[in-house]
Each structure stands twice: as structure tokens, then as C-alpha cells.
């Protein structure tokens, strides 16, 4: 190879590492920009990389300082890329932990590989030739380790999605960052010149050609195991959260339950008492007491007014639970519309439709309250189609609704996060428990919730 030869390849070589490495990074933040934002997203992020190399190189800017620029021109651009700023902090912050790790790895292997080759007085087409070589194995070593060592942090961090707020997110960081700042002290300390003479850290300590591709190993590592653990707590804490919610929930259908074996004992206690009603009525009207009469009858009507259950569905729980969020949407001023009939008992566990309209229905009511300009609406059907049964709950909202990966709308509520937005996954869980579905909808304004229930066969 000529030097002119030599002195192109060299630049189609700085340009094809480039958008090596520019491919590698677009290819990590990949599964983690959503769907509908990738079109415009992942070529932002090739192109930065692109701008950013092009301006390193030009401005002669340190080598320490790169993925520092990178970070805040992708920081910078994250709302089109679609992914919040921790996320984008954290994905460019692990990707060059493991590009730096992955760099200081193959150094000592071309190290090893460039010593074994003997080097000789040859002809100056032979040594470009050489180099050329040399630099192109570093290369595909560099990038083959890299891109594996990125997709296995992609794939753990796929496994559970992880609420980055700033503990977590500094916690997260720890590692990486240590990594590069550990590969960028000895990138400074491979090579050095001292009175013109060039030395090489793993001449002077050849001990160092094991421990530092060690040690950047488990800079790596450490990263990915950090990963690992915090989605593992993670995963524990929704776990928990879950379970709570489920027992506040049993409790609260339990409590509804009791509830309505009160009423109905009530109910029964009242039939036996109006024989003597009615002949104390009779007495006062044969004595001709009808003033007496007009007050007992007062009485009556009084004390039996906290028997009345204004609506009423076909089964004492969900009748309770319909009545008691129809006397707290009055109470705010919410249009509550009811057309709910109940299946025969057979098929469907009251329990577990107590449960579906208990968490359709308290979201539904929270939504109203936010509700400051235009009508606060709930309307709740349910009825029988063959062997199915459809719930729906219609209801105004304010805002703008957020569908995560899970097709469930992400919770807003900052306080307490793990213990909010677990309803919606309980009621999907009570209707694959029939062979059913939830569908979610959000269009101008109007929130919609529909389940549909198979009806259960003895197989069940």
C-alpha cells in the first residue's frame, strides 16, 4: 500500500468507525424510544453523533470531554428522540462505559497481537500495509465487543421497566461513571513521550496487560449487575404494591359485602315488624286518631327511608357498590347515569365484578374531580350479550391520557407512585380470569373503559 493509498484509507476509516459507532448507539437507544416516535427519533440520534464527532474533531476539543457534549446535544434534543431526560442520560452514560471498557479489553489484545508480529525493515508499502491491517482488526474487535456488551445491557434493561426519578437515577450512575473516569486516566497513561522517546504503559508494566482489561471488566459488570439489582427491587416493589392493593381492595369488596347482608337482615327485621305497624295503624284509624295516625305514619316513613337503595342492579354487592359512588358523584356535582343489570349469579363470582366496577369506578370519579371547565359525567352499563357480559364506564376527563408499553394509561400521581395506577392491571386480571379483555380509550375528552366477560362453563 502506497502513503497516498494509505492516507485515503485512513480517512475512509475514520469515517466508517464513525458511523460504526453511531449505528451502535442508535441500535441501543433503540427498544427503548417508543414506537411512534422511532421514525423521527433514531435518526436524531445518528445524526447527532455524527454532528458531535464532526465538531470534536474540528474544535481539537480533549478527548476527556466527549461524552460529556454528546450527552448534553442528546439531553438537549430528548423530547423529539421521545425519551425523558434520565433515561437518555443514563442509556448515553452506560454506553460509554462500555465502549470505554470495551476499548481498554482490546488494547491489550492488540498489544499482544501487534508484538507478535515481528516487525521488520521492510519496504514502505509492507508497513502501511501492516498498519492498515493492525488498525482494522483493532477496529472489528472493538466493535464486535461492543455491540455485544450493548445488547446485554439492552436485554436486562427490557426486562423491567425502572422508574429513573434522581435517587435511583444517581444510584445508577455510579458505576458507569467511575468506569469512565477509570478509562480515561488510563487511556492518558497508555502511551506518553518523555524526551522524545515514546513509552507504553504495558511495556514498562507488563502485570498491566491482566489487571486493566480486569478492571474494566468489572467496571462493566459492576454497571450491569447495578442494573440488574435495582430492576430486581424494582419488580419487589410493584410486587408488593400489588399484593397491598389487592388486600385493600378484598377488604373493601368484604366490607361491601357485610354491608349488604346488614341491609338485607335489616330488610327481614322490618318484615316481621310491620305486622305490629300495621295493627297500630289500624288501632288509630279505628279510634279515629288520625292525627296520632298522620305522625306514626311520619315515623314510619322516616325510619324506612335508610332502607332505600335508589338503584338497583340484580345483586346486593354490586348494588352497594354502584349506590355508595352514585351518593359521592351527587355530592360533587357528577352526572352519574346507570344501566346496569347483573348476569345470573352462576356464571360470574360477584367478588370478582364487585372488584371490576370498584376500580372502573373510583378511577372514573377521580378523573371527573379534575375536571374544571365542561360537564363531569359517569356513565356505567353492563349487560348481557349471549354468553358474554359487558361492563362499560364512560367518563369526562381533563388533561391528556398517556398509554405506556402495557396499553394501561401511566399514572400522574407523583406521591406514593408504586400504589397508584395498579387498578386498571387488576381489573384486566379479573377479566382474563373469564377468557375476557379490557379495551381503554381515550378521544375529546371522554374516557371509555370496556370489559367483556365470557360466561365460566363447569371446566372452570
Same mark, same amino acid.
Given at each position: ?6 492516507r485515503?484509507? =485512513? +480517512?475512509a ?6 458511523? !460504526?459507532?453511531?449505528?451502535? @448507539? ?15 427519533? %433514531? ?19 480533549? $478527548? ?5 457534549? @454528546? ?20 442509556l448515553? %452514560?452506560?454506553?460509554? =462505559? ?8 482490546? &488494547? ?25 491491517l ?5 477496529? %472489528? ?13 439492552? #436485554?436486562?434493561? #427490557?426486562?423491567q ?22 478509562? +480515561? ?9 518523555k524526551?522524545?522517546?515514546?513509552? +507504553?504503559?504495558?511495556e ?26 435495582? &430492576?430486581?427491587?424494582?419488580?419487589? #416493589? ?6 397491598y ?5 378484598t +377488604? ?33 284509624a &279505628? ?10 305514619i ?8 335508610g332502607?332505600?337503595?335508589? @338503584? $338497583? ?37 360477584a ?6 366496577? $370498584?376500580? %372502573?369506578?373510583?378511577n ?11 360537564e363531569?359525567?359517569?356513565?356505567? !352499563? ?31 400521581? &407523583? ?10 392491571? =387488576? ?34
Amino acid at each position: 500500500m502506497s502513503e497516498t493509498g494509505f492516507r485515503i484509507f =485512513n +480517512q475512509a476509516f475514520s469515517a466508517g468507525a464513525e458511523l !460504526t459507532y453511531a449505528a451502535l @448507539l442508535t441500535a441501543f437507544f433503540r427498544p427503548f424510544v417508543p414506537q411512534d416516535k422511532r421514525r423521527r427519533g %433514531l435518526p436524531l440520534v445518528f445524526f447527532v453523533y455524527i454532528l458531535f464527532e464532526i465538531v470534536c474533531n474540528r474544535a481539537a476539543l480533549p $478527548q476527556g470531554s466527549f461524552g460529556l457534549i @454528546l450527552m448534553v446535544m442528546l439531553l438537549a434534543v430528548s423530547r423529539w428522540i421521545g425519551l425523558e431526560k434520565p433515561s437518555v442520560f443514563l442509556l448515553t %452514560l452506560l454506553y460509554f =462505559n462500555a465502549r470505554i471498557s470495551s476499548g481498554l479489553m482490546v &488494547q491489550s489484545l492488540y498489544f499482544i497481537v501487534e508484538r507478535s508480529v515481528p516487525y521488520r525493515l521492510e519496504p514502505p508499502e509492507a508497513v502501511f500495509l501492516r498498519a492498515a491491517l493492525l488498525v482494522m482488526l483493532f477496529l %472489528l474487535s472493538h466493535t464486535s465487543m461492543l455491540a455485544v456488551m450493548l445488547y446485554a445491557l439492552q #436485554r436486562q434493561m #427490557r426486562k423491567q421497566k425502572m422508574t429513573l426519578h434522581r435517587r435511583e437515577l444517581c444510584y445508577l450512575s455510579l458505576v458507569p461513571t467511575a468506569g469512565i473516569l477509570f478509562g +480515561q486516566v488510563i487511556s492518558r497513561l497508555l502511551v506518553e513521550f518523555k524526551d522524545g522517546v515514546l513509552l +507504553q504503559l504495558y511495556e514498562r508494566h507488563p502485570a498491566f496487560l491482566a489487571v486493566i482489561p480486569v478492571l474494566a471488566l468489572l467496571f462493566y459488570a459492576g454497571a450491569y449487575l447495578t442494573i440488574a439489582f435495582q &430492576q430486581g427491587m424494582a419488580a419487589l #416493589r410493584e410486587k408488593q404494591a400489588t399484593h397491598y392493593m389487592e388486600y385493600q381492595q378484598t +377488604q373493601a369488596i368484604r366490607a361491601r359485602i357485610h354491608e349488604a347482608e346488614q341491609f338485607y337482615t335489616r330488610i327481614r327485621g322490618l318484615k316481621h315488624e310491620m305486622r305490629g305497624h300495621l295493627t297500630n295503624i289500624k288501632g288509630l284509624a &279505628q279510634s279515629g286518631e288520625y292525627a296520632s295516625l298522620e305522625d306514626y305514619i311520619a315515623k314510619m316513613d322516616e325510619s324506612m327511608s335508610g332502607f332505600e337503595l335508589t @338503584l $338497583q342492579t340484580g345483586n346486593p354487592v354490586t348494588d352497594v357498590i354502584v349506590n355508595e359512588i352514585r351518593r359521592r358523584s351527587l355530592d360533587l356535582g357528577i352526572r352519574f347515569q346507570v344501566e346496569f343489570h347483573y348476569p345470573d349469579p352462576g356464571a360470574y363470582d360477584a367478588f370478582d365484578v364487585g372488584i371490576i366496577l $370498584q376500580n %372502573l369506578l373510583q378511577n372514573a370519579v377521580e378523573a371527573c374531580e379534575k375536571v374544571g371547565d365542561g360537564e363531569r359525567f359517569i356513565v356505567l !352499563t353492563g349487560k348481557r350479550k349471549g354468553r358474554f357480559f359487558l361492563i362499560e364506564v364512560k367518563n369526562s376527563f381533563s388533561g391528556e391520557v398517556v398509554f405506556g408499553q402495557d396499553g394501561l394509561p401511566v399514572t400522574t400521581k &407523583q406521591e406514593d407512585a408504586p400504589m397508584h395506577g395498579i387498578g386498571l392491571a =387488576n381489573v384486566r386480571r379479573e377479566a382474563e380470569k373469564y377468557m375476557g379483555e379490557l379495551e381503554l380509550k381515550a378521544v375529546q375528552r371522554k374516557f371509555s373503559a370496556t370489559v367483556l366477560l365470557q360466561e365460566r362453563s363447569d371446566s372452570f
